[in-house]
């Protein structure tokens, strides 16, 4: 019998070229730019893609086990937690509330990134800039899916949690952080990275993730700080080729360098917008508070972010435009959010409510420069006339900003009295904005977002209505006919909090009785 | 209006699309924006499909009453001393005259300010408060 040579087992770096860029070899029946036809079109130049960096240096049947392990761990705790009726350990029903923001508004963009990154990973013609992407794209397909499945365990539980992704499609407040995605996955595959692994990823990710993962520890939601927990690891990853990203295209060519700079402004901006939604569930929605968005504001983008543009300084990239203006926002802009979901929290699927007096002091003294002068009057305001059971909803419909698509709520900076209004004309028609930096993210691309899916403006113009309802004539009640076409049953799925069925079954099941206050 | 860096999008192909919120698809009628400056207890300003010959005193007798009356504040305007603006000016409305007639057009913006009811310096029962 013959013996067998052993096979040499390759060291780990050689190992890693071979199984990934070793993989990719240039077309010769085809052009190499027909079949890569993407990544040339947006003015970036590339002249070598070797000098491209993996600071990983992960292959897939790695990938495939560490996945796997954590995967076992996640589910091991989803399962006793369900086991245990882990519900019931929260600090207080409101609690739920951010979980359902979570669930709408942030796992569909987990999904939206899964298909964004296989994209790029498809487009890009470098072979170590695809992995990363192709591996990326894995792992936002896996956080949707724990997301998904961590608080499937509080959909039999809570209403608001049952239709995500219709939802995702159709509801105004939606519309939001939907045009954010869909925005930067319709762009080239370097303006999705600067966009989704840079702006938001590296720049401004501790800001969505921090708060709702210690916002479920505070609040005793032991399963979403797994699923947290789970993802983190991917996050890092995501975050380091979001910088290698920015780095490689600003050493290759210096004519580079002007282009990302005007994405980084764009996406900053669009990235600090959509955080708004954050903001207010960190000073609102946490019964238990971890600490205020601009406590969080100042540790994560302030000081983090003040030194990665000190580092980017020597690329001749400067911080983005909007910064000293996302900076004055941070005593203003959770306020505003929560106002907005107040008097549209019957046209939404989650449900708000005034804070309790000791939460109103909390408030006081995080933001001492604010809270007291611009917003309690109103919120006590609105307390008096829920305790004399006429709780204000508001029964119109907002304006909104061409490119955000959040209503116009945001202030001038400078003065929070007055609303911030830019116009611009464009083909003979007029566009606002909530500020400059929206507006002139319009004016770079006009034909693109001339094009927005404005929620208010599809309601007026008919399309969001059930088919059984003539769009020019929706009867008495148009806003009803919104919701039943929302799939959004008022009163249950939305409301004030203490009027709703998620605070009566709560105390219900704790023994707790009340009398449940009419929802109007 | 910069128009020195207008619309410098590269694309892969020729990308003409139609404006989704042209004024021929809302049923005749323009949508107008309406804010009733420093008085943020409704979030954000309004936005109500008009039809183009309302006449703006029916604007200031139904309309606003209807999108504004439940602030505390309401029925004290004062509306021979409310000051009006569009976008970029100051403008004296004629109660008779419609929107049309005014000049103005779809997607329109119309504030007005009342100098005496300054929502952010508001007082109701003896309470000051700020909305």
């Given at each position: 019998m013959d013996t067998r040579a052993k096979k040499k087992k390759l060291g780990l770096k050689k190992r890693y070229t071979t199984m990934t860029r070793d993989l990719s070899w240039d077309t010769t029946y085809q052009d190499m730019d027909k079949v890569?036809?993407?990544?040339k079109y947006e003015g970036i130049k590339i002249?070598?893609?070797?000098?491209?960096?993996?600071?990983?240096?992960?292959?897939m049947d790695a990938y495939w086990k560490y996945q796997g392990e954590k995967d076992k761990k996640l589910y091991a705790v989803i399962d006793a937690f369900a086991q245990n009726n882990g519900?019931?350990?929260?600090?207080?029903?409101?609690?739920?509330n951010a979980l359902k923001l979570f669930i709408q508004g942030v796992s569909p963009l987990e999904y939206y990134a899964h298909r964004g990154f296989a994209h790029a990973g498809r487009h890009f013609t470098g072979a170590g800039v695809r992995v990363a992407s192709q591996m990326q794209s894995i792992d936002e397909l896996r956080h949707y899916q724990t997301q998904a499945h961590t608080i499937s365990h509080y959909n039999r539980h809570f209403?608001?949690?049952?239709d995500n992704i219709k939802w995702f499609d159709r509801m105004w407040y939606l519309a939001v952080p939907k045009s954010f995605f869909e925005d930067a996955f319709s762009g080239g595959p370097f303006e999705f990275l600067t966009a989704v692994?840079?702006?938001?990823?590296?720049?401004?990710t501790n800001l969505l993730f921090v708060p709702f993962m210690s916002g479920a520890a505070h609040n005793g939601d032991m399963a979403t700080v797994t699923f947290g927990f789970s993802a983190q690891s991917d996050e890092s990853r995501h975050m380091t080729l979001g910088i290698e990203c920015i780095k490689f295209m600003l050493e290759q060519d210096p004519d580079n360098v002007p282009i990302v700079q005007r994405w980084i402004d764009k996406w900053f901006w669009r990235g600090y917008r959509l955080l708004s939604l954050v903001a207010m569930m960190q000073d609102?929605?946490?019964?238990?508070?971890?600490?205020s968005w601009k406590e969080a504001w100042e540790m994560y983008a302030e000081s983090n972010g003040g030194a990665l543009f000190k580092d980017l300084a020597r690329y001749g990239i400067r911080p983005p435009k909007g910064w000293e203006d996302a900076c004055e926002g941070k005593h203003h802009i959770s306020h505003q959010a929560w106002g907005t979901f107040y008097q549209y929290s019957h046209a939404a699927a989650f449900h708000t409510w005034i804070p309790k007096p000791d939460e109103m002091d909390w408030l006081s003294k995080k933001y001492p420069e604010s809270f007291d002068k611009h917003y309690r009057g109103r919120l006590e305001h609105w307390g008096n006339l829920q305790q004399r059971d006429?709780?204000?909803?508001?029964?119109h419909l907002p304006m909104l900003c061409?490119?955000?698509?959040?209503?116009?709520v945001f202030t001038e900076p400078g003065d929070p009295t007055q609303i911030s209004f830019h116009e611009t004309q464009y083909e003979g028609a007029k566009y606002h904005f909530c500020s400059g930096h929206c507006k002139e993210i319009f004016h770079h691309e006009p034909r693109k977002y001339v094009q927005s899916w404005l929620p208010v403006h599809q309601i007026y113009q008919g399309?969001?209505?059930?088919?059984?309802?003539?769009p020019e004539s929706p009867g008495d009640s148009p806003v009803r006919e919104v919701l039943r076409y929302y799939g959004v049953v008022g009163g249950q799925d939305n409301g004030d909090f203490n009027a709703s069925q998620d605070r009566s079954n709560f105390d219900a099941w704790l023994g707790k009785n009340h009398p449940q206050e009419a929802n109007k | 209006m910069n128009a020195v860096n207008m619309d410098c999008m590269p694309t892969i192909g020729d990308y003409q699309f139609p404006a989704?919120?042209?004024?021929?698809?809302f049923f005749g009628n323009w949508l107008i924006y309406l804010c009733w400056d420093n008085?943020?207890?409704?979030?954000a300003p309004f936005c109500v499909p008009l039809p183009t010959n309302l006449p703006f005193g029916a604007l200031v007798r139904d309309v606003l009453p209807m999108l504004f009356?439940?602030?505390?504040e309401f029925e004290q305007i004062d509306w021979q001393r409310v000051r009006w603006s569009d976008s970029s000016d100051e403008f004296l409305p004629?109660?008779?005259?419609?929107l049309a007639q005014h000049g103005f057009g779809h997607k329109t913006l119309i504030r007005f300010k009342t100098p005496a009811l300054e929502g952010s310096r508001g007082h109701i029962d003896n309470k000051q408060l700020a909305f």
């Open positions: 890569f036809p993407y990544d002249h070598d893609w070797d000098k491209w960096e993996d600071p990983f240096r992960l292959t519900h019931m350990g929260i600090s207080d029903a409101r609690y739920v209403n608001g949690m049952h692994s840079f702006s938001f990823e590296y720049v401004l609102y929605m946490l019964p238990k508070r971890v600490m006429e709780r204000w909803f508001n029964q061409q490119i955000c698509q959040i209503p116009m399309a969001c209505y059930p088919e059984d309802i003539n | 989704r919120d042209s004024e021929d698809k008085h943020l207890m409704y979030c009356g439940e602030h505390p004629d109660f008779g005259k419609s």
